[in-house]
Structure formats: C-alpha cells, structure tokens
C-alpha cells in the first residue's frame, strides 16, 4: 500500500533515447509534481500538475514533458536524452493548498 | 528567485551530541517544511511551521521559524545513529503554497 510509487526505480539508457518514467499516488491527493535532484543533492522542481493545469520550471528544457491520465497519475516523458540529465527523479503529491508534500522513492537516471 | 541556504553542508558528529542545522533566506515564505531524506528513499515530512515566532518539537527535535518567517532551524538533542541523512528545509511562497523552493541539504551523520 505505497502512498506514491515510480517505476522503474533505475533507469540506464544511452544518448538520444526517449524515455518514460510513471508515477503514481494512491493517497487521493488532488496535486502532483516532478523533482530532479542532482549529484549534489540539490532538489529542484521541474513541474507541477493539479487538475489540467500544469505549472513549468522556466529552466526545464522542453523535452521533459509530464502526461497524466487520470488524476492518480503523473508520468514523465524524457525525449532526446542527455548526458547531463543524468539524476535522481522523485514524483511527489499533495493537497491543493497544503504544502505538505509526500515523495516517491526515486528514479536514478543514469544515460550513457 | 527564491533562494534557502543551509547551514552546515555536511556535519559529522558523535552519538549523543547536539546540533542545529539553519535555514537562511531573504525572502518571506508562508510556511516552512523540513524532510528527512535517508539513502535510495525520497524525502519524508518531519514538520511544518507557519506562524512567525513559532517553535514545534517532534521527539528530541526542535524546529523553530523565525520572527520574520525568513529563517528556521532545526535543533537535534542527544543525536542518535538513527538520525543520519540529508536534512532539507523547503518554504512556501505566500499565494503559492504548491510551489516549495528546497534549500541546500544538511548531510548528517551521527556515529556511534
């Protein structure tokens, strides 16, 4: 009964490979939301989704898109992958309005 | 840009000890969160402050948000090998409680 849930939990693919990573929550949380943590730890959002309405990261390159099918789900399509987007992804949920957010366990990224 | 800057990076102590860990910004944030990230696992809430001025304890913790809701700490007593990991503060800007800008990271470790 994971609360939010991402597979795969690694992910090893070579340069300009499209790939996708799927996320979902169980918790009934209206709001979902993509992180990329770098080497250094450093969590940063990417985006954030809460009913069609879709909040980006201004720095996100545009061949990161999020797609969500239902509202207890939130994946992340990857196109033309890069050296440098090589990180850990977390998904996360909430309630609109809360703050309180809760986490995925990760996706190491790891692009060749 | 809302920018949080922890303090210290890294903080190795023994079994124990005390230690605060701070959470500096200019800007003015509605509420403050603070997560535990322990390895291979996405962060955990441990606690959220609104209210300027105001102090939580969770066990032998201590979280306190500064008067003018720029600041916060996190005060560990008797720290224990348990406590090990990546300690984050996040803040949320006033109207956008959605939107959590994460600050730097406190690695802790705790030896026996």
């Known amino acids: 009964d994971t609360a939010v849930s991402q597979t795969p939990k690694y992910l090893v693919t070579q340069m300009g490979n499209d790939k996708s990573i799927k996320c979902e929550q169980n918790?009934?949380?209206?709001?979902m939301y993509w992180y990329k943590q770098d080497s250094k730890k450093f969590l940063k959002i990417m985006f954030s989704?809460?009913?069609?309405?879709?909040?980006i990261n201004e720095t996100v390159p545009n061949r990161f898109s999020p797609k969500s099918p239902d509202k207890a789900h939130l994946n992340l399509h990857i196109n033309s992958l890069e050296l440098g987007d090589s990180a850990v992804y977390f998904c996360?949920?909430?309630?609109?309005?809360?703050?309180?957010?809760?986490f995925g366990p990760g996706t190491r990224l790891t692009v060749t | 840009t809302q920018l949080l800057e922890q303090s210290p990076q890294f903080l190795s102590i023994q079994e124990g000890e005390n230690l605060t860990v701070y959470c500096n910004s200019s800007s003015v944030f509605s509420s403050l969160q603070w997560y535990r990230q322990e390895p291979g696992e996405g962060p955990v809430l441990l606690v959220t402050v609104v209210t300027g001025g105001e102090v939580k304890k969770l066990k032998r913790l201590t979280f306190q948000f500064g008067d003018a809701r720029k600041d916060s700490s996190l005060h560990i007593t008797a720290a224990q090998p348990g406590d090990t990991g990546l300690y984050l503060c996040?803040?949320?800007?006033?109207?956008?409680?959605?939107?959590?800008?994460f600050g730097s990271g406190t690695q802790l470790t705790v030896l026996p």
């Open positions: 996040a803040g949320a800007a006033s109207g956008s409680a959605r939107q959590l800008t």
């Open positions: 989704y809460n009913n069609k309405e879709l909040i």
């Open positions: 996360a949920s909430s309630l609109r309005g809360a703050g309180e957010q809760y």
């Open positions: 918790l009934g949380h209206d709001t």
